[in-house]
């Protein structure tokens, strides 16, 4: 039998600067940007959302 592979996004946080992430798979976006106000008042810096595809 054929199995299709299906994408799933995850979103991480990651630092502007530096370009690293910050923080590991988070499950929805309200969960995302509730912890990027967090990182961004505690780093002082900008904090991005990126979708992560994994099959």
């Known amino acids: 039998m054929y199995q299709e592979e299906v994408e799933i996004a995850r979103l991480v946080l990651?630092?502007?600067?530096?370009?690293?992430?910050?923080?590991?798979?988070?499950?929805?976006?309200?969960?995302?940007?509730?912890?990027?106000?967090w990182y961004e008042t505690t780093l002082g810096r900008r904090v991005r959302i990126e979708k992560e595809f994994r099959r």
């Open 14 to 37: 990651v630092d502007t600067v530096t370009g690293t992430r910050i923080r590991h798979r988070i499950r929805n976006m309200k969960q995302a940007l509730k912890q990027q106000e």
